[in-house]
């Protein structure tokens, strides 16, 4: 992980020991990722941590029941809001995704080809659901974590800024 950090001068990347993970040949940086919406998605582990913290289950429930519902919807309506677009595109993995998300408001389910998509996706987020328990949260994002170095903020306090979505 990688942080700005506003009293180094011009460009320079400082990298702590246990950062270094092995020796390169070259000076270059790669990135694997970066800060951007990415939706927030509940499976068995996290549902487990939170239990064992008091979360109530009536909550995760509720969640999967509305999830489910939307997938009926989407199933049985001939038109589609497009928050239920956003929540099938969490769940495609690259399948189409962006596809769905540009083109349905534009031809809607009268276009068989993207009914079909739809339908496949949908058929997708059950089996995910039923396989994983991946359970979308509606209005959630996973966020990257960055340690407060310089004790900037309080104890048990923390710093999100979220541009876009949600």
């Keep these: 992980m990688v942080a700005v950090d506003s009293r180094l001068d011009g460009s320079k990347i400082e990298l702590r020991p246990s950062m270094q993970k092995f020796n390169s040949f070259d000076n270059e940086l790669e990135v694997n990722g970066h800060s951007s919406y990415h939706p927030a998605y509940l499976n068995r582990q996290i549902i487990t941590l939170l239990l064992s913290l008091g979360a109530d ?28 677009v956003g929540m099938l595109n969490s769940f495609t993995g690259g399948y189409g995704g962006s596809l769905l ?18 339908n496949v996706h949908c058929r997708r987020a059950l089996k995910l ?38």
């Excluded at 974590?145 to 541009?163: C, H, K, M, P, S």
């Design 101 to 118: 998300k540009r083109v349905t408001p534009i031809f809607g389910f009268e276009d068989g080809f993207l009914r079909s998509l739809i």
């Design 129 to 166: 659901l039923i396989d994983k328990t991946k359970i979308y949260v509606p209005k959630g994002a996973y966020l990257y974590g960055v340690l407060d170095e310089y004790g900037v903020l309080e104890a048990n306090e923390i710093f999100v800024q979220i541009r876009g979505k949600l």
């Design 57 to 84: 289950p009536k909550g995760f429930e509720a969640l999967e029941a509305k999830m489910v519902a939307d997938i009926d919807v989407m199933f049985e309506q001939k038109t589609i809001d497009k928050s239920k």
